[in-house]
């Protein structure tokens, strides 16, 4: 599939990876559904892709609620008129350990249940909601051919305080591979990525000390850019031949 054909959703668009995303593919003259809660960021996104050989749109959607999920594929395909590709990169942190004690006072402190749910509601249930609804979009339009890339992480190995992280990811690379299984007969192939330590407003709010240790670990010794991820992404669009697998773009550290 062509880059520059594809009719596309990319949800956690406003800023980090999915803005890159956005941008990589407005360049390569695709047609983009940038959709986020972040209305500030959609509006500015917009603005730098107003030049660009496609078409930004932006869409305003909770990718945990289903109603707002329903109404996002709905508008998303009447707005590009029509829909065949979708990536599901939305997602949060709220880390910590499962349990830990306190070295002062004893006192043992627990993960959230809020805190659970709510990584779980975004990290998983979105994907799943979002993929759920364009699939079945794409079947009742008899679309012919269609791809939805899943941006997982290596935390779906598992990575100390992220319990809930963890679990998402890991579940989506699951997921990734079932409906891809699934959904092949309808021509819609499914791809997952997961990123090591990305060059992201997150990793540049970290303090210098914490940053370095973290990338002492990586093989090639460096956070990966948007870009690099970005490539992944071109990779699964444009090899027709590729579906249920999981990239993992890491530098080497997950070895």
Same mark, same amino acid.
């Given at each position: ?75 998303? !395909?009447?707005?590009? %008129?029509?829909? #065949?590709?979708?990536?599901?990169? =939305? @997602?949060?942190?709220? /880390?910590?350990? $499962? ?57 779906? !190995?598992?990575?100390? %305080?992220?319990? #809930?992280?963890?679990?998402?990811? =890991? @579940?989506?690379?699951? /997921?990734?591979? $079932? ?71 890491? @530098?080497?550290?997950?070895?």
């Amino acid at each position: 599939m062509d880059v520059g054909s594809l009719k596309i959703i990319v949800t956690g668009a406003a800023s980090g990876m999915g803005r890159d995303f956005a941008k990589h593919l407005a360049a390569e003259g695709a047609q983009v559904a940038a959709c986020d809660l972040n209305e500030e960021g959609l509006a500015s996104l917009k603005a730098e892709t107003a030049d660009l050989p496609g078409k930004v749109i932006t869409l305003m959607a909770d990718v945990s609620n289903e109603a707002d999920v329903v109404k996002l594929i709905n508008d998303a !395909h009447a707005q590009l %008129g029509g829909l #065949n590709g979708l990536i599901n990169n =939305a @997602g949060i942190f709220r /880390d910590s350990l $499962l349990v830990k004690q306190d070295k002062a006072t004893g006192e043992i402190q627990r993960m959230s249940l809020k805190n659970w749910q709510k990584v779980l509601d975004v990290d998983l249930t979105g994907p799943f909601l979002c993929t759920r609804e364009f699939a079945a979009k794409c079947i009742e339009t008899k679309t012919k051919s269609s791809v939805v890339i899943n941006i997982s992480s290596i935390s779906r !190995h598992g990575n100390m %305080g992220q319990g #809930n992280y963890s679990a998402a990811k =890991a @579940g989506l690379v699951a /997921d990734t591979k $079932l409906w891809a299984s699934e959904l092949a007969r309808f021509g819609i192939r499914l791809g997952a990525i997961a990123p090591g330590f990305v060059d992201t407003p997150i990793l540049q709010g970290m303090r210098p000390e914490v940053l370095d240790k973290m990338l002492s670990a990586v093989p090639l010794r460096r956070a990966g850019s948007p870009r690099e991820i970005w490539l992944g992404v071109k990779f699964i669009v444009e090899c027709d031949y590729f579906t249920g697998k999981c990239l993992d773009i890491d @530098g080497g550290l997950v070895l």
